[in-house]
Structures are given as C-alpha cells and as structure tokens.
C-alpha cells in the first residue's frame, strides 16, 4: 500500500518561513498530480496549492499566492511546500494528496501541524 | 465559483438513510467540474468515497451514494452504522479552482 508522509511542520513566528515536506512511496510519484490542502484545528479543509507531473505548472490559492511555493523533486519522490511571511491564519493540518486524475483527491497523508504563533 | 453550501450537521438512527446536500454546484461553460465527497474521522485524515459525482473508489461500500440536481450534489448514506458518525465534506474541482464545502457532521442516533 502506497503512503504519503508529511513532515516539517512546527511552532513559527509571524513573518518567518516553514518548509514542509511529503515523502511518496510505493507508487510512481512522476506520474500523479499532486496537491496540498490545509484545515484549521476545529475547521473545514481549504486547497493550498497543485502542482502537475513534472512541476512545471503550479497553482495557488488566493489565500496563500505569493507566500507559498509548491515544488517536487520526482527523483526522490518527494513534494514540498514552501511557506514564507507566515500569518496566524496559516495555523492548521498540511496534508499532501495524490490527484486521482479524475478531479479528486483520492489518497492523504497523515498530516503536518503548522502553528503560527508569537 | 462561489462557497460550497453543507449543513452543519444531520443525525440519523441506526438503519435508516440520510442524504446531505451541497449547494453551489454551478457549471462553467467549457471547464470540467468534478464533484467529490469525503469522510474525516476526529484527528485523521480525510477519505475518498465518491468522486465523478457518482462513482466509489474500490473498498468504499455500496452504502455510499453520490448524485446530482441542478447546482446541488448529494451524498446518501443508507443503512447507517455507528461507524459512519464522522465528518464529511463535498469537494468541487475544476480547471481554475478547487473548493471545499463546509463539511457536515453526521451524528449517528
């Protein structure tokens, strides 16, 4: 069974930068979309960022355009999310999911917590 | 496209069926709209039970059910067990954006 494990997330002051991590395995990475959704403790899930197979076309929410950058590296089967000038509001769970090609996000990781706080 | 549109919760009993909406649904000429639904346990991750509207990923029991009306996506879930008391989410995804609904609490009587 493939798995998506995030790492990287932590407790940040406002304004400063986090870069989190998501390691695929048992599953060629190359091939899929993927994509980045946050929630909020207590709150609804929000997409952050998708990026496509070869990284070269990436899209953001209008909540984190400008402040995010999503990456890939397929040769170590990894996915990043670069956060910079980091807000209180970005407080929550960072999953990773994998684009099921299909328009839905059909597999997780277990998710990152970034607390945004001074 | 506007906000997805959940209740905040809906409660059933044992057996019985339960369907939640989710308004705002609408169509752009010439894009592709998906519509997904999942199912978030307190503290895990989210899970796919219906994507394309209608279909179920493989493991996902036929008690799921997705459907669509209009600008609304329903989910069905009949016979209900303790083991769907959970939150669940609809999903619109399209070519520019990808939007989640509220999410709706479904309590299990």
């Known amino acids: 069974q493939f798995q998506l494990v995030e790492s990287g997330g932590g407790v940040v002051q406002p304004g400063r930068s986090l870069r989190l991590s998501c390691a695929a395995s048992d599953f060629s990475f190359k091939y899929y979309v993927m994509h980045w959704v946050r929630q909020a403790p207590g709150k609804g899930l929000e997409w952050v960022a998708v990026?496509?197979?070869?990284?070269?076309?990436?899209y953001y929410a209008d909540s984190v355009k400008g402040r995010f950058t999503i990456s890939r590296d397929n040769s170590k089967n990894t996915l990043y999310l670069q956060m910079k000038s980091l807000r209180p509001e970005d407080t929550a769970f960072y999953y990773c999911a994998r684009d099921s090609g299909a328009g839905a996000f059909e597999s997780w990781g277990q998710g990152t917590l970034v607390t945004v706080s001074s | 496209h506007s906000a997805l549109t959940q209740p905040a919760s809906v409660s059933g009993s044992l057996g019985q069926s339960i369907t939640i909406s989710c308004n705002g649904i609408n169509s752009d000429v010439g894009d592709y709209n998906y519509v997904s639904w999942y199912q978030q346990y307190p503290g895990k991750a989210p899970k796919l039970i219906i994507y394309?509207?209608?279909h179920r990923p493989s493991g996902v029991s036929n008690r799921f059910s997705g459907s669509k009306s209009g600008n609304t996506a329903s989910l069905t879930i009949s016979g209900l067990q303790t083991e769907d008391e959970a939150d669940y989410y609809c999903?619109?995804?399209?070519?520019?954006?990808?939007?989640f609904g509220g999410g709706t609490k479904l309590t299990v009587l």
């Open positions: 999903s619109l995804y399209t070519s520019t954006n990808k939007i």
């Open positions: 990026t496509t197979y070869d990284g070269a076309k990436n």
């Open positions: 394309d509207v209608t």
